[in-house]
């Protein structure tokens, strides 16, 4: 089986953990995730089987959309409710106008630290673990997006907020600088990922209906197309000819505007071949990811 599973992953297991039981269920071996997601969040998270594991990082191009539940007044060192309790502040002068002054800030192009509590390695160890042994290391930031941040509600303490990012973006570090910009602190209680590029929390499938579904040897239907994840690129019919020239590894001279720089292909029968990408020195298009008889 070769496709994108859109799981709907429940609060407190991990992506590993979701991933390990997908490939219990269904019996495929080769099993990855597209996007991490917290234990504590919930929400989309694609899940890739056989060949369309080699095509999950083109999953990052996407925007991703998040809500987020934000109590205001205490800190955490994990930026989440599952952490210790670091500090609290006074929120009661903390007004709906006054928090959406605070979030202009974290509009566009922004700088963010990542959460010590977080998968990102430091010299090869993930920072969870470092903070876990009480190791301090001195985080980096780094530039991250926001295209849209929008108030839903006020009703102090808490706050919700609907965020569409860009990949490597933490909420719960916009969560934490959020309260420090309020002046009373913050950290998230609850987090769903609504949407990652074509995958929508709507469509998606919870782990108890996949294994109903594997019970009734009928949940091939829950598979999305493996190309479906580059559906933002442009495509192109190849030739018979050119279709086995590729899947021999061979570059091809095709009239598209190099600017593109990647083509989604197909054969005659609209089954998925490859990815090309442009040589500018050749002036030829060489295969970069060949599926072999998938379709």
């Not at 509009?107 to 990542?114: L, V």
């Not at 990922?193 to 040897?217: M, N």
Request: with cysteine; net charge neutral; hydrophobic share 40%.
């Amino acid at each position: 089986m070769n496709g994108i599973l859109n799981i709907n992953k429940p609060s407190g297991p991990t992506s590993f953990a979701v991933v390990a039981r997908v490939r219990r269920l269904t019996g495929v071996s080769k099993v990855g995730h597209g996007g991490t997601l917290d234990p504590l969040a919930s929400g989309v998270l694609p899940i890739f089987l056989g060949q369309a594991t080699r095509l999950s990082e083109y999953l990052m191009q996407y925007h991703k959309t998040y809500h987020a539940s934000i109590m205001l007044g205490v800190t955490t060192d994990s930026y989440d409710v599952e952490g210790a309790v670091t500090g609290r502040g006074d929120f009661s002068a903390v007004t709906r106008e006054v928090v959406e002054r605070a979030l202009e800030p974290f509009r566009g192009e922004i700088s963010q630290a990542p959460p010590e509590y977080s998968a990102l390695k430091y010299k090869g160890q993930p920072l969870y673990k470092l903070a876990r042994e009480g190791r301090k290391v001195e985080l980096q930031s780094r530039s991250v997006s926001i295209y849209r941040l929008k108030l839903l509600s006020f009703a102090p303490p808490l706050l919700e907020l609907e965020i569409e990012c860009s990949k490597g973006t933490y909420i719960r570090s916009l969560a934490h600088e959020l309260g420090q910009t309020l002046g009373c602190g913050g950290h998230i209680v609850g987090l769903i990922r609504t949407s990652y590029g074509p995958f929508d929390v709507k469509q998606a499938i919870s782990l108890d209906e996949l294994e109903a579904s594997v019970a009734e040897k009928n949940w091939g239907r829950l598979v999305q197309p493996m190309d479906s994840v580059l559906s933002l690129w442009p495509q192109l019919e190849l030739s018979d000819v050119q279709t086995q020239a590729v899947r021999c590894g061979e570059a091809l001279a095709l009239q598209v505007p190099p600017e593109t720089s990647c083509l989604r292909t197909y054969d005659a029968d609209g089954h998925f071949v490859a990815i090309l990408q442009y040589d500018l020195d050749a002036a030829m298009w060489h295969p970069k990811k060949v599926f072999q008889g998938y379709a």
